[in-house]
């Protein structure tokens, strides 16, 4: 994912997506690039149009979906309620153990 991820930063970047830029932006990342990975992803992506497959993308439109339907939600008051506490007297206590133990 991280050789997807950097092509898309450097398509949001304005940038020529090439294998010395991926290269450049995984190891910055601290990720010891697979020169056979980046070649395979460059050119894979000539050609392709990364705009129209964004706006194409399925995936693309669930975030925005579940966003503005979370914003729309009216917000609720949630009452934190604290949990009773029953007390046991020490005597229920050592019949409860009594039992236990037959």
Known sequence: MEYIYSAM???AAGKD??????TAILKVAGIDPDVAK???LVSSLEGVNIAD??????????PATVV???ADA???KV???????????EEEAAAGL???FG
């Open 9 to 11: 930063v450097l398509y």
């Open 17 to 22: 997506i090439t294998e010395d830029a991926i």
């Open 38 to 40: 980046i070649k395979a």
């Open 53 to 62: 497959a964004i706006a194409s993308a399925s995936v693309a439109a669930t």
């Open 68 to 70: 503005a339907s979370v």
């Open 74 to 76: 009216p917000t609720a």
């Open 79 to 89: 009452k934190e309620e604290k949990p009773k506490e029953e007390k046991v007297s």
């Open 98 to 100: 009594s039992a236990l």
